[in-house]
Structures are given as structure tokens and as C-alpha cells.
């Protein structure tokens, strides 16, 4: 079965860290790129960064650069959100979900197909 | 970075009706254009990709057009089940980005 399975919720107090994992299954997971997209409460998607489990490249959204690392280990299938020094408007759902198809020259894109359950963290003091 | 206009942001309709939200495009993508459905709660779902292409297992009374920067989703007879919230997204390029979504109600 198809499927991204996300880390279960995260309470943090503002400044902190947290990790936010997602185990792929179902297909080769070196094979695709993975997106994270976060949905503050009533709010939009947001995206957040990309990485190519291919080769590791990753692509960052402006908002978050150095305040954000995406990375995958091809070991356990499984992707990674690094959220440093956190905010409160930093609560949200966060969700992965696979964006692309990786070949040795480049990745290719049509939409974000497989999402995961989402991930709720909460910034509160 | 290229930024997604989508309208309205909400409609209000009833079932059978025929829905058409629009969604336009910064700059040029061709067709690199996808589109979500997001019930409360839960995670978005993809509904069509390529701008025009069905995702396995989407009902086809869901339809996607256009090129370049104008897109449309179109629902031919709404469902009780399409309640809900719809977002495009450019797959074009990164940043990847989407509209800020349009709420479907009753």
C-alpha cells in the first residue's frame, strides 16, 4: 500500500526545536522527492522545502531558509523536518508529501500525490 | 516566485450545480498545474494533475482545463461529498506554490 505515515503531535515552547518524521512505503522510496507544506489552523497551504531522496538535493521556500532542514534516509524510507527556533506561528499542521520522480539527470514534478496524515505542533508556553 | 490567484474564495451552491473556480498564474507554468480537495481535518487529496489529467480514482464529474496562466476546475453536479475546500498549485518550478483556496458550501 501507497502510503506516508506521519510522527504523532508536538507541544513546544517557543525557541525550541522539533523533528517531524514521515515513513514512506509501498514503492522505492529513493526513487521520489518529498515536499513539506504546513497549514496554519483556518489558513492556507503553505510550502515549505523540498528534498530529492535521490541524491539529497534539497530546495528551500525563502520564509524558511536556516530556520528549516529537510532530509532523507534511504535506510528506513523515511523523511525529516528540522524546525529550529519556534515560534508561535509556527503552530500548525505540517504534512509531507512525495513531489516528484528522480531519474540520474533530474526530478519531475506533476503534483503532490501522496500526502501524509498530517502532524500537528503547537508553540505554546 | 510565482504567485497563484485563485477566485472566488468561496461559493455557495447547491447539489447538481455545476461549480467552476478559476485559478491564474503569475507567469507562464504551460501546464503544470495541479488542484487539491481538502475536507476538514484531514489532509488534502489530489484531484487533478497536468492541469487536465484525472488522478486514479477521482470521479470524472471533476474537470481541469487551460494553459499558461489561466486555469479552471469545473464540477459538473455537485455531491454532498464536494463540500469542501479546493486549492490549485504550480508544479512549474520551486518555490512551489498555491492559491489561497476556495470554500465550497451549501
Known amino acids: 500500500q501507497v502510503q506516508m505515515v506521519q510522527s504523532g503531535t508536538e507541544v513546544k515552547k517557543p525557541g525550541a526545536s522539533v523533528t517531524v518524521s514521515c515513513g514512506a512505503s509501498?514503492?522505492?522510496?529513493?526513487?521520489?522527492?518529498f515536499t513539506w507544506v504546513r497549514q496554519a489552523p483556518g489558513q492556507g497551504l503553505e510550502w515549505m522545502g523540498w528534498i530529492s531522496a535521490y541524491n539529497g538535493n534539497t530546495k528551500y521556500a525563502q520564509k524558511f531558509q536556516g530556520r528549516v532542514t529537510v532530509t532523507a534516509d534511504t535506510s528506513t524510507s523515511t523523511v525529516y523536518l528540522e524546525m529550529r527556533s519556534l515560534r508561535y506561528d509556527d503552530t500548525a499542521v505540517y504534512y509531507c508529501v512525495r513531489d516528484g520522480y528522480c531519474t540520474t539527470t533530474s526530478c519531475y514534478s506533476n503534483a503532490l500525490d501522496i500526502w501524509g496524515q498530517g502532524t500537528m505542533v503547537a508553540v505554546s508556553s | 516566485d510565482i504567485q497563484m490567484t485563485q477566485s472566488p474564495s468561496s461559493v455557495s451552491a447547491s447539489v447538481g450545480d455545476r461549480v467552476t473556480i478559476t485559478c491564474r498564474a503569475s507567469q507562464g507554468i504551460s501546464n503544470s498545474l495541479a488542484w487539491y480537495q481538502q475536507k476538514p481535518g484531514k489532509a488534502p487529496n489530489l484531484l487533478i494533475y497536468?492541469?487536465?489529467t484525472l488522478y486514479s480514482g477521482v470521479s470524472s464529474r471533476f474537470s481541469g482545463s487551460g494553459s499558461g496562466t489561466d486555469f479552471t476546475l469545473t464540477i459538473s453536479s455537485l455531491q454532498p461529498e464536494d463540500f469542501a475546500t479546493y486549492y490549485c498549485q504550480q508544479a512549474n518550478s520551486f518555490p512551489r506554490t498555491f492559491g489561497q483556496g476556495t470554500k465550497v458550501d451549501i
Open positions: 497536468g492541469a487536465s
Open positions: 509501498g514503492y522505492t522510496f529513493s526513487n521520489y522527492g
